[in-house]
């Protein structure tokens, strides 16, 4: 079972549509989470952290649910520039990220 | 625009070369990584140095080899690659001296994006 998973996607969505997925991890240990940016051929960057709380940033809203061991990114409001792929990273002595979720903004 | 610099940004080499890409960063950050990345896949974890120090190292072949002269430069040596290694080589760089970036940023490099033929 691979340590963190990720719905692929594609999901493609309208612009000002809300757009939401999750991720899980099979490492009860992990300690902390976050939310990563890839943009096509460009390097990751870190988008949010995800708080056992539930944080908002602007648009963007981080959930982290422990007893079912997922996160999820929810983006209200799509922008095109909001196309990209999301990495899921889960942290517990090292980073492990997903292999990303693929979401197209269109016009 | 990244502040952590990689070179050379393409590199295509054959099976019998050696080539080096390089990582430098002017953030003060005392843990630097390398990542190796293919296509519709996640970064892969290679190395971690912690204090110029390796610190981690995911049991990469030795045709890999890294090395940090200092603080802020980070090598990665090349030789006697595979076609299998053609791949996007990340650099990255954290604040958190563990190693593993508890805070989670890392600061990653546009990358080398290195073709072995």
């Known amino acids: 079972r691979k340590e963190v998973e990720q719905d692929p996607g594609p999901f493609n969505v309208p612009e000002g549509a809300t757009v939401a997925f999750n991720c899980t991890y099979s490492?009860?240990?992990?300690?902390?989470f976050f939310w990563y940016r890839q943009d096509c051929r460009k390097e990751p960057k870190l988008l949010m952290s995800?708080?056992?709380s539930g944080n908002e940033d602007g648009r963007f809203t981080a959930q982290l649910n422990r007893a079912s061991q997922y996160i999820s990114l929810l983006i209200r409001d799509s922008k095109l520039s909001d196309s990209a792929t999301y990495l899921c990273?889960?942290?517990?002595?090292?980073?492990?990220f997903g292999a990303g979720t693929t979401v197209t903004v269109r016009a | 625009d990244t502040e952590v610099t990689q070179t050379p940004k393409h590199l295509v080499m054959g099976m019998t070369n050696k080539k080096s890409l390089k990582c430098e960063q002017h953030?003060?950050?005392?843990?630097m990584y390398w990542y190796k990345q293919k296509a519709k896949k996640p970064p892969e974890l290679m190395f971690v140095?912690?204090?110029?120090?390796?610190?981690i190292n995911e049991s990469v072949p030795s045709r890999f080899s890294p090395e940090c002269p200092n603080s802020s430069l980070l090598n990665l040596h090349l030789h006697a690659l595979q076609p299998e290694d053609s791949a996007l080589y990340l650099c990255?760089?954290?604040?958190?001296?563990?190693?593993?970036?508890?805070?989670?940023?890392?600061?990653f490099g546009e990358g080398s994006r290195l073709t072995v033929l």
């Open positions: 990273v889960v942290s517990d002595y090292k980073l492990s």
């Open positions: 990255a760089s954290s604040q958190d001296s563990s190693g593993q970036g508890k805070t989670g940023e890392l600061f």
């Open positions: 140095y912690s204090y110029e120090k390796l610190s």
């Open positions: 953030m003060g950050h005392r843990a």
């Open positions: 490492n009860s240990a992990s300690q902390s």
């Open positions: 995800v708080y056992s």
